[in-house]
């Protein structure tokens, strides 16, 4: 996008949400970051919640392009750990909506139908790559195995970090994503077959 003043209300707005949380950010904030006056923003974005929308529908964007089954019925531990990085990406970048989302689905329900929409379509795609890794020989699981676990990874890559910090906060977005990326990989490990085991072992140690 072209980096026009809407757009870069639209970065200050994410890097302010992701840092403070949305609920905590004002406009005169976000108009501060941008170097413009609360009028030009209210030209822009008549509320915060213009932005907001605005933002969910950028990550909407991106997300349809993370939430890509696999290529064929097969996927190795490469190809996963390639569609696990993206997630991670994705979800970090847009972190705000995952921290607050009570709060903005309460307030916006566009979000909680996207935050919805999006959970689904990832617990399916973890179930597909469960199943193409079972079909590759990477991993031995059966059907209802492969549709708990799914879900199980779905709540670790989304959820996981706001649990973890009630004991320890994340210093930054990465080592929230390192974390998450261990615990996932962690979850795969009862289920690794063959030179998969190892492969997993080198992963875990490199999230350590």
Not at 4 to 11: G, K
Not at 52 to 66: G, N, P, S, W
Not at 111 to 137: C, D, P, W
Request: proline share 2%.
């Amino acid at each position: 996008m072209k980096r026009d003043t809407r757009t870069q209300i639209l970065v200050a707005s994410l890097l302010l949400f992701n840092e403070q949380g949305e609920p905590q950010t004002t406009t005169n904030e976000i108009a501060d970051g941008v170097d413009i006056s609360p009028g030009n923003l209210h030209y822009h974005f008549r509320k915060k919640g213009e932005i907001v929308e605005a933002l969910l529908a950028e990550f909407q964007a991106d997300a349809r392009h993370v939430l890509r089954q696999p290529e064929s019925g097969k996927a190795s531990l490469d190809d996963f750990w390639v569609f696990l990085h993206g997630l991670l990406e994705c979800t970090a970048a847009y972190r705000f909506l995952f921290r607050d989302s009570e709060t903005l689905a309460a307030d916006h329900p566009k979000v909680q139908r996207a935050l919805t929409n999006f959970s689904k379509g990832l617990i399916a795609v973890f179930e597909l790559y469960l199943r193409a890794m079972a079909a590759s020989g990477v991993l031995k699981i059966q059907t209802d195995d492969a549709a708990a676990l799914s879900r199980n990874l779905a709540v670790l890559a989304l959820y996981s970090d706001r649990f973890g910090a009630l004991f320890e906060k994340a210093k930054s977005a990465d080592d929230a994503a390192l974390r998450i990326a261990q615990a996932i990989f962690g979850a795969l490990k009862p289920y690794a077959k063959g030179q998969s085991d190892q492969q997993l072992d080198e992963l875990l140690a490199h999230y350590r």
